[in-house]
């Protein structure tokens, strides 16, 4: 092996730094060596540049990694004390190139596994909460059917039903009127759907004139209307969409006196 190969073929001074040669190999470097003080600076410098990334990259090791060490330098110490100084300096910096691999791999899987764990979380957290939306519309659900409930079994509450006229035959509305609490309520379910320009809406006729009571959504459960005290009938029309500020008597469907 001539100088020139080694300064020429990649790899071969690290290889020798690294212990990876064979005896003759390690025998022919070390007699260039010996005869040259470029190559001597260049082996130095590398052995420098494995400390550092050694050292930089070192973790503490597992006591696994530990006993294997310890059992490795164990077995080799004869040799290490007849070897040269640099094959000395050069198995331990084997051994701490070593350990900066495994360090690199270890916190690689750590990342990895660090990752998996957060991704893992943020699942479990919109899980969390799509199952609290779900509940709390449960629970509004619920609530709505509780009063619902009340107000239809208040002893105070009077049930009207309305039926349709010729002009709406099919039609019947139930209408909840509770003078005392002021309060009246209208189940619409029973109330054909009407085209989008038209809506339903509720009347109280007091005195000859007809008092706006609410636009009457279709098809929809218990819904409050506006109290109209002294109210001698309560009257459905269908007016523009949106409701009128009149009612359209000639649209009448369904009326009931008191």
Do not use: C
Not at 22 to 46: A, F, H, T
Not at 96 to 105: G, T
Not at 200 to 222: C, H, K, T
């Amino acid at each position: 092996m001539k100088k020139r190969n080694i300064l020429e073929e990649e790899g071969i001074l690290e290889r020798y730094v690294l212990g990876e040669l064979s005896k003759d190999e390690r025998d022919q470097v070390r007699s260039l060596l010996s005869e040259n003080e470029e190559l001597q600076r260049k082996v130095e410098q590398i052995e420098k540049d494995l400390e550092k990334l050694a050292f930089e990259n070192a973790v503490a090791p597992s006591s696994a990694i530990k006993k294997n060490l310890l059992r490795s330098i164990e077995a080799t110490r004869e040799e290490e004390t007849k070897s040269i100084p640099l094959k000395k300096k050069s198995y331990y910096l084997s051994i701490a190139a070593s350990i900066a691999f495994i360090a690199i791999a270890l916190a690689g899987y750590l990342f990895t596994q660090w990752q998996n764990t957060k991704k893992q979380l943020i699942e479990s957290q919109n899980e969390a909460v799509v199952l609290s939306n779900q509940l709390n519309e449960i629970e509004g659900k619920l609530n709505q059917t509780q009063q619902q409930y009340n107000v239809v079994n208040n002893p105070r509450v009077i049930p009207l039903r309305l039926l349709g006229n010729q002009k709406m035959p099919q039609a019947v509305a139930l209408v909840y009127l509770n003078h005392e609490e002021m309060e009246v309520v209208i189940n619409s379910q029973g109330m054909p759907a009407l085209p989008k320009d038209k809506d339903y809406q509720l009347w109280a006729d007091v005195d000859g004139e007809m008092i706006n009571m609410g636009v009457v959504p279709a098809e929809q459960q218990l819904v409050r209307m506006k109290y109209i005290p002294n109210a001698a009938s309560i009257n459905i029309t269908i007016e523009p969409a949106g409701g009128n500020d009149h009612a359209t008597v000639e649209q009448l469907v369904s009326n009931i006196i008191l």
